[in-house]
């Protein structure tokens, strides 16, 4: 979302939530599905990522030129959502606790919300996740084929929505896992052709997006 917004040359005002601050209940409590993000659009209140995602294409332009392009945007958007699934399953269920453990605590445990310091990443899982990546990549690979022969966007000759979604999934993945996009050189050119539009460069180069976590429960 923050991408989509930096690259349309659109402002915000962000309100960072504290971990303290959720747990008091209030906030939680006013949420329509209890969780964040929340995001307000004039009178326009909307939860669920997606959502936001697809009302922000709608609203500038990058929900595809027609019906099929509208279809296909919708598709990969929700390709991209299930390799984020598979993303979010190793970061909550890879990272275990090495230290500080109670004497009942399971040898597999997850260590749900603790820094990387007490949350080494167990190898094996991480291995056997990039080793299947290929498979969850190829998908997006066949579609830039398709497209213009790779020289373009996933849909149509517009960024779309899903563009940004995409581009958001890949980046995060090189920052578990730097060359993990070495042996799929389209995606790569993907990669680097969209973060070197002139807004999104600055956007990605400023503390905003540095500073952030890439998963804010781990703190990666």
């Known amino acids: 979302m923050r991408m989509l917004l930096a690259d349309q ?5 962000e309100e960072v939530v504290t971990k303290e601050s959720w747990l008091r209940g209030p906030l939680k409590a006013s949420c329509l599905y209890g969780q964040l993000p929340k995001f307000q659009d004039g009178d326009l209140t909307l939860y669920q ?9 709608r609203t500038f332009g990058l929900y595809g030129k027609d019906q099929r392009e509208v279809a296909l945007v919708d598709m990969v ?3 991209v959502e299930d390799v984020r699934r598979h993303c979010s399953w190793l970061i909550y269920r890879s990272y275990v606790s090495t230290q ?8 597999g445990q997850a260590c749900w919300g603790l820094p990387l310091d007490l949350c080494p990443l167990q190898e094996e899982g991480k291995a056997k996740y990039f080793q299947e990546l290929p498979g969850h990549l190829k998908p997006f690979e066949t579609l830039l084929i398709q497209n213009q022969e790779g020289q373009a966007f996933l849909v149509g000759d517009q960024i779309s929505f899903a563009d940004y979604n995409l581009l958001d999934l890949l980046l995060n993945h090189q920052v578990l896992a730097p060359g993990c996009l070495d042996s799929h050189p389209l995606l790569l050119a993907y990669v680097a052709r969209l973060r070197a539009r002139p807004k999104l460069k600055a956007y990605l180069a400023s503390p905003e997006h540095m500073n952030r976590p890439v998963h804010g429960a781990q703190k990666i």
């Open 49 to 57: 990522s997606n959502a936001i995602l697809r009302h922000l294409g």
């Open 100 to 107: 500080g453990r109670g004497p009942g605590a399971h040898p």
């Open 77 to 79: 958007n929700d390709g």
């Open 9 to 13: 040359g659109q402002s915000w005002k």
